[in-house]
């Protein structure tokens, strides 16, 4: 196999020259010429900036991976999505290690959509970013594509030098000889580099020697998002480009019945007014125009098939389905005749708990958009784009044409938290849909205004837990029952398959069915209902968002009716987690939990509260600290993290992931609640779905357990235990549990 070279920019995916990865270890593709522009992801824009547009042309691609330049620039290119959360950077870090490049030599550009190459190595033949795996994938993939480059490297300045290879060294993007003194940039020795064989293997390096794995370091995206080079999907301005705004149903479920679109075409700028599945679209030169013809449009809807319940008629079913026996998620020993025999064997009454989760929405920065065009050659999206084979797969159905007809720039997202990984391509799909039934060839961008995903968007799932459990008279939990009830993330979509057993989505169950505590009789189960229309999708952390809360709180719980210590009470039931653990002793200790906390002003009650939970392979544990006021009002001063991610390939983005996370999770502890009024969803914005605001943002102490585990998620395991450590600190300070989301400050009054 010979490296690919090229002169000039290639300007399209060539399929001929695609190949499998090497396997799921190796992960490289060599011999390559990736059919995407060299400038930054946003680069795809007609706004690329003439820095970019200037650039030499690469000259050495040693893998799918890296481009080496005569400028001695190195491009990593990123299969995964950077939506804020630093995989840029994370990426850039590994690959540059084992080449030993310079930092500031480094760049990044997003990957085309090809499945074939740069796979999720966690999920199969699939591209996507979620689930907190693009570090976990990539691990060992872009330090092999950055050792391959630097063998490259090396062979051909031996060879220029008639040199041994083994007296070579490299370092911050300098090749050297030390006897002869002779030295070569990446950039000079690029060409040669490109005629040497592909190494069949290379070795890694020894952790030891690491000088940027561990390290904190720039982010690569910092920069363009400074100084506004870095391009969006709202930032796309393309010749001739109409913009759509969606008319959708105010029920889930509805449909278009009849509309008038005179007073909409009327609108100065409105292009076209078509019907869709979804609902109705209005095209127009710009988004105002779109939307105040959208304004004016008037549509009959048909409901005779909509969702139409309220949440308070929801709650109270789930309720009813939470006294009677589910599927079984796991069950070690025999919790139901425990339960029923404790009270007769003198291990004491059963305690239990009812806890309500609300649906949440994902409301991140930047709303939904999309750009597509048809060509020629089949469609383009431009898009920040999280799915990238689901959506390909979906636009080629739609279009009647082969998935390697859909061609994805991927740009920068402004956030996500999981609404851009849609199961079923929604938004994706409507903005082709859209095009597909004006029948235009120019570039559509549709844009969903921010009420429009709050109204009718994709949610975190409403839930209902009920737990029960008895105590030994020493203290020791004896059985231990909980029953979820909640719809399934994954049926009906391609997800089903693997994550759909027996009737039970490992989503609704996960963190409740794999409780780390010794508990000799442990049984969760699950009721999944089918007549509930709300579409629903993964939210930051998934089902950990409401089963952490749900054990943790009814473990503190019970710990006080056991009169134990939180802490070393669940310490007693960890000595098969040891990784767990140490994390609870870790913070435990960096948040002082044996002395008391300092008192407040007169009035003020004060407590202290820790949670422990493992999401996506991470183990966190939090304290938090907080004051509670006479009239129940409370705010939280301090958070506490200790995080056990395997290495932190950079330290800083660990830190970064966990305080945005606790930001992220107290939003919803505190507000976030989305409900339905007869099927309809009754917030519409941030003003009445609050996000948190910097006032009540806590101190946030971050403690990183060193490890050389390979690494495991950060941008979704602080998360879950947010919330219950918040809840148990409001317990200690008040004596009052909290068994509803989000916290309601009226049952804390003094």
């Known amino acids: 196999m010979t490296t690919a070279m090229t002169t000039a920019m290639p300007t399209a995916i060539d399929n001929l020259s695609r190949r499998q990865f090497l396997g799921s270890s190796a992960g490289l593709t060599l011999g390559l010429t990736l059919g995407f522009s060299l400038g930054e992801a946003q680069a795809a824009s007609p706004q690329a900036t003439a820095a970019t547009a200037a650039a030499p042309a ?86 092999q594509a950055g050792a391959s480059a630097r063998a490259m490297l090396v062979s051909a300045a031996a060879r220029r030098w008639s040199v041994p290879a083994a007296d070579i060294t490299v370092r911050e993007g300098v090749v050297l000889h030390a006897a002869s003194k002779r030295q070569a940039t990446f950039g000079e020795l690029a060409e040669a580099a490109g005629a040497e064989a592909v190494p069949a293997s290379v070795a890694l390096k020894d952790p030891k020697d690491f000088r940027l794995i561990g390290q904190t370091a720039p982010r690569k995206d910092a920069a363009d998002k400074v100084n506004g080079r870095a391009q969006f999907t709202q930032d796309v301005q393309l010749p001739g480009m109409l913009v759509a705004v969606v008319a959708h149903p105010p029920r889930f479920g509805g449909k278009v019945k009849s509309f008038d679109a005179g007073k909409a075409k009327a609108v100065k700028g409105v292009v076209d007014v078509v019907a869709i599945p979804s609902g109705v679209a209005v095209l127009a030169r710009d988004t105002w125009s779109a ?91 431009w898009n920040g784009e999280q799915m990238h084979t689901g959506d390909q797969f979906a636009l080629a159905k739609l279009f009647g044409i082969a998935p390697e007809q859909v061609t994805i720039h991927t740009l920068y997202a402004g956030g996500s938290f999981g609404r851009r990984a849609s199961k079923d391509a929604d938004y994706v799909r409507e903005a082709a849909s859209i095009v597909l039934a004006s029948g235009t060839k120019a570039p559509v961008k549709m844009v969903w205004l921010r009420e429009d995903d709050m109204k009718g968007g994709q949610y975190r799932p409403m839930f209902h837990h009920r737990l ?50 010794a508990i000799p009789n442990l049984q969760v ?27 943790e709180t009814f473990l503190d719980a019970l710990a006080t009716e056991a009169q134990q210590d939180p802490v070393a009470w669940r310490l007693k039931m960890l000595d098969k987690h040891p990784r767990h653990a140490a994390v609870l002793a870790l913070v435990a200790d960096k948040a002082a939990w044996g002395k008391p906390l300092a008192k407040g002003r007169k009035g003020e009650r004060r407590g202290r509260g820790v ?135 009226a049952q804390f009054k003094a």
């Open 611 to 745: 949670a422990l939970h493992e999401s996506f392979g991470t183990v966190v544990a939090q304290v938090a600290e907080v004051t509670v006021s006479r009239d129940g009002s409370f705010h939280v001063d301090r958070v506490v993290t200790a995080v056990d991610c395997g290495v932190a390939i950079n330290p800083d983005n660990v830190r970064a992931q966990v305080e945005g996370s606790v930001g992220f999770a107290l939003s919803a502890a505190l507000h976030g609640e989305i409900t339905l009024k007869d099927g309809v969803v009754e917030q519409s914005n941030f003003g009445d779905y609050e996000p948190i605001r910097i006032q009540e943002m806590p101190k946030v102490e971050v403690h990183i357990v060193p490890s050389a585990n390979k690494p495991s998620g950060i941008g979704e395991p602080a998360v879950p235990p947010v919330a219950p450590a918040v809840a148990n600190a409001l317990a200690a300070a008040t004596g009052k549990r909290a068994w509803r989301l989000p916290l309601q400050t």
């Open 468 to 517: 029960e459990a008895t105590l030994t008279p020493q203290g020791a939990i004896s059985a231990w029952r909980h029953r979820l009830v909640g719809q399934s993330i994954a049926a009906g979509s391609p997800f089903e398959s693997v994550m759909v057993k027996n009737g039970v989505d490992a989503l609704s169950v996960e963190g409740a069915s794999t409780l780390p505590y």
């Open 58 to 143: 690469p000259v050495f691609e040693p893998n799918a991976f890296l481009r080496i330049g005569t400028d001695n620039t190195v491009t990593v290119i990123s299969k995964h999505l950077e939506m804020g959360q630093g995989t840029y950077t994370g990426l850039a870090t590994l690959a540059a290690e084992e080449l030993d490049a310079a930092w500031s030599q480094v760049r990044v550009a997003s990957a085309p959509a090809d499945a074939r190459r740069y796979n999720n190595l966690l999920w199969g033949p699939a591209q996507g970013t979620g689930g907190s795996t693009a570090m976990a994938n990539s691990w060992e993939q872009m330090r």
């Open 525 to 551: 189960e699950l009721h999944t209902p089918k007549d509930i229309g709300v579409p629903v999708l993964w939210w930051r952390s998934v089902g950990s968002t409401h089963t952490a809360y749900a054990t």
């Open 291 to 381: 939307k105040k013809g959208r304004d004016a449009l008037v549509v009959t809807w048909d409901d005779s098939a909509a969702f139409q319940l309220s949440s308070d008629t929801q709650r109270r079913r789930y309720r009813e389905l939470a006294a009677t026996p589910g599927l079984i998620a796991r069950q070690d020993g025999q919790a139901d005749a425990a339960l029923a025999q404790a009270p007769k064997a003198g291990a004491g009454r059963v305690i239990s708990a009812s806890l309500d989760f609300p649906y949440l929405a994902h409301a991140a920065m930047e709303p939904i958009n999309c750009v597509v065009q048809r060509t020629e050659a089949g469609c383009t999206v």
